[in-house]
């Protein structure tokens, strides 16, 4: 575990910890100041001979105009030395940042020719596969216990946390047409499309595969229809949505602006009783909103009662494809999605006001879909380890995305694209050989909540500018805050297409 933050992106290809940049910045301040006092040194020193007083003191010593022409050569070597440091430290940052592009590329290699191996082996797995859920059942059947593989897993689970794990995974979430090359028994070069494709591709796929399920009556990743209500208020009672059927809207309890990004990981929903939260800064007319989303509750692929599921994510992600568009069958857009959007509507937010999403996990890409919506005003995403490298931003959006090093989650979405708006940081916050209770400890929300707060510690620019940026949104004094409870229906059947 390590409490320095590594800060990429952002329209830069530096990469390094943000104590570097700080510093960079801080060498680059010393130039500027140290050729300032050199001039004004240079105005004293012509005045001196303007008013015929560079003559030495009596006594002997040297004269005043020569002592200042020394200040000045001390003056230039220090700036040019502060220089020389700032751009040492840029250009390691650099380096690093092409290191790091390089081992990526190698790496996406090695994931395509992986994926194609695996298709092409893909029938004979599915073989070992059965085999050894057979050999579990008989195993139970008897009293045995777990099966050999399964105690291996079992044993080595710190191998999905493992970082080289991890990337290895974002490399193979972009492969899939490699996959199927193999799966074909096809040349790995026949792939027709190659780095195009994507996981957002890979997910529409799925999902389109799930679709033709659905019709035939299957219920594998197919979505269903949200009822979304707010928490502590009856739906009956005056006030409780904000269309204006009712009554004025509740304004919700008062509270106070969040200070930096530290206090918008705070208060992201950790409960399935609450799955949004809703804040607004400033008066009706000129409001500024947060929005704040829970991360995925339901780890099945057949939906449920609970939105923030994996049919949900998978959806969500598909979304950033242009192949989502094709789809014959499904939702347009997750459950989870549809949840947020109908919270939103209900708690009177209106297209141009100024909206800032924040989300973990899954609502992370529930948060980066809404800013890439040109029919709102989403200025600016925190990301809590989502997998939103392909995410489509407007380009006056600006997106902040914490990821840990050894956390699976942000990896499955792949590599991605670089761009100018998104800043990634990072940080290891696993220790060597220790024991975690949980699948996946990197991916908990109280250890996202840590790193945030280290930003918030941060003077990187583009740490300090983000934290502008929630101040421009929440000000500085106090807003109005609601919750909202969203549940997937099934009274009706999740095949259906009326949610398209």
Known sequence: ???????????????????????????????????????????????????????????????????????????????E???????????????????????????????????????????????????????????????????????????????????????????AADSADEFTAGLLHLPSTTAPIGTRVGAPESASVLLALAGGLGLAGGRLLVDGPVQVSRVGVSPSSPGAAGDGRAGPPDPGRSVAAPSGVGDLAQRVPASGDTQIRIERYGPPGDARWIVYISGTIEAGLVAGEQPFDMTSNVHGIADDSALDDLRFAGADSGAGERAVRQAMADAGIAPGEPLLAVGHSGGGVIAASLAGDPELNTVGVLSLGSPVASAELREDVRMLSIEHEEDLVPAVGGAGHPSDQRTIVSRSVLEANAEYSSLLPAHELSRYRETAALADESEEERLTGFRALVADVAGDGEGRSTEWVASRDLSRSTTTTAER
Request: aromatic residues 8%; without cysteine.
């Open 81 to 171: 030395q502060a220089g020389r440091l700032r751009a040492s430290l840029i250009e390691s940052a650099e380096r690093y940042g092409a290191t790091e592009r390089m081992i990526d590329a190698l790496w996406a290699a090695g994931g395509r020719f992986g994926a194609w191996t695996l298709g092409w082996f893909a029938p004979a797995i599915v073989g070992v596969g059965l085999a050894g859920a057979a050999g579990q059942g008989l195993a139970s059947l008897f009293g045995m216990g777990q099966t050999p593989a399964a105690a291996w897993l079992a044993e080595r689970r710190e191998l999905l946390s493992d970082p080289a794990f991890v990337r290895l995974v974002r490399a």
């Open 1 to 79: 575990m390590d409490d320095s933050l590594n800060v990429s992106g952002g329209g830069s290809t530096a990469v390094a910890t943000d104590e570097l940049f700080v510093d960079a910045v801080r060498l680059g301040a010393v130039e500027t100041v140290t050729t300032d006092w050199s001039e004004r040194v240079g105005v004293i020193w012509r005045g001196l001979l303007d008013l015929d007083l560079d003559e030495p003191r009596v006594g002997g010593g040297l004269a005043p105009g020569w002592q200042l022409q020394v200040t000045t050569w001390r003056l230039a070597e220090a700036g």
